[in-house]
């Protein structure tokens, strides 16, 4: 299985949004949903605070309940990979998914009437390339890789730099990081 991961650096995202705009012109996801979002959230106490932007989407679950909650298999993993999709022609619009993602990661519904969400742009890495918020961050701080490869740029960043996931207390097995 290949483990897919993208690596985001909160020391260098400047909150821009330019992810979120690339991904909605590679994807058309329709007017007022997104399927990547930015979160800014400040830390510490006054006068110390922190501002960190986060940009979010889904977290390509190793253990993903998403998956494991939709009763007809719409939901899956792409291939022998951690991307999770959805096959549309499958989903019936149950919305179990919807309830059972700890990350809210899931579009409330596509217009065409199927639940929709981040792929990880698997179109693009099948060709080779990186996905479209990644290729298009003007400060470089998203990165994407293969953890099962120790050479690969994301696994030298998780060994060198102090990282998080989001929730892991969920058991869900996030594989997006952020550098901290
Ligand atoms: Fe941050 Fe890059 Fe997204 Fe801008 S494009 S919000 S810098 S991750
Ligand atoms: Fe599923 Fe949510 Fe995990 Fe994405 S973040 S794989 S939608 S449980
Ligand atoms: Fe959107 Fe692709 Fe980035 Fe996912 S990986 S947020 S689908 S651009």
Redesign the pocket.
Known sequence: MTRFVMVIDTRTCIGCGDCVVACKNENKVPAGLNRDWVVEATHGEYPDLETEFRSER????GH????TSCPTGA?HYWKDTNI?LVAAEKCTGCKA?IA???????LLMHPEGYVD??TFCHHRVEQGLDPACVSSCPTHCMHFGNLDNPDSVVSRLLRERRHKVLMPETG?Q?NVYYLI
């Open positions: 889904c977290n390509h679950c993903a309940t998403c998956v939901s999770v998914c059972a993602c700890p990350y809210d990661a899931r969400k981040c869900n996030p």
